[in-house]
């Protein structure tokens, strides 16, 4: 087998990225305890007991650029992924150094959001303009600048629920990494191993699992909102790119891919639309906070996990071989997970029934 990627192989990228994760991220806890920049406790809406230092976000980004500048292609869509990620992080940083004090209303990050997409689909040139749904051909660029839209929209709904979904340790890295692993099985094995979706992927791999060293139960430091809309981000370009390069053909595999945060964030509005409440007003109803109700912390993360690797798999298989018997496997996951779901308050109410 060829695991070499433009002249490198594809263990040097993750291996190269992964230590320099782990050491970004050491020196950025110290930094964020020198400077006290600080996660404090929130019985509302937190499960941490003891401040946490924020600023990891920093770390898995120092280590992206590290692997850009020795991995990665350098074009206008790189240029403009990279000025999206310093953005995104400067905001991510600004609110995480803020939040205790003056949190930072939930529309300006919006706006910044819609600028970073903006950045990347105008000036980046990656936009969604076609794709298949169980089979069946879409086409968007048929109607002027719905591909644009679509594409701003996704980018701006994937940032803002990977940041939602981050409420346990190692829950969104976890999931951001395998969604990056997922990405890059699926380019070996449809030989599309070149694509930059894939590079990107194996760099922000070895990001991630690196973060995770420290944030794995019990978690050492937070990345914050700085690094949960970086992953976001990457993990919105990246699958972008892979309906450019048909890595990622099918509408069927990012869905379900990112099946755990796309479901808790489409729970979340409709609780909080059942209760009365603004759709970005904090709770502890999460999934996460389900299963931290009957089971520990590593074990709530290890059970999203599992549910994420089996949604993941599925979608290899779907990619690669039996469709049909995938869509029947996607049906049974999502049951179990739908019947799970209404067995606890993450939509409704329980106990006051």
Known sequence: MNFVINGHNIFLIVGVCFIASVIFVHIMKKVAIFLHVLDMPDKKRKIHTKPMPLLGGIGIFLAFLLGYMLFAEKNN????????????????????????????????????????????????????TRTTFLGLAINFDAIPLLPELLSILIIVAIINAMNLIDGLDGLCAGISSIYFLTIAILGFVLNKFGGLDVILSLIMLGCTLGYLVHNFPPAKIYQGDAGSTFCGAMIAVICLIGFKTTTVASLIVPVFILAIPILDTLFAIIRRKLKGQKIDQADKEHIHHQLLKKFSKKSSLLIIYAINVLFSVTTIFYTIGDKKLSIVCYVLLAAIVLFLILKTNVIFDRKNK
């Open 77 to 128: 869509l790189m240029l403009s992924i990279l000025i999206s990620s310093f953005l995104i992080m400067l905001l991510g940083l600004f609110d995480d150094m803020t939040k205790s004090e003056t949190p930072m209303p939930n529309k300006y990050k919006v706006i910044v959001q819609v600028i970073v997409a903006c950045i990347i689909v105008f000036y980046g040139g990656l936009k969604l």
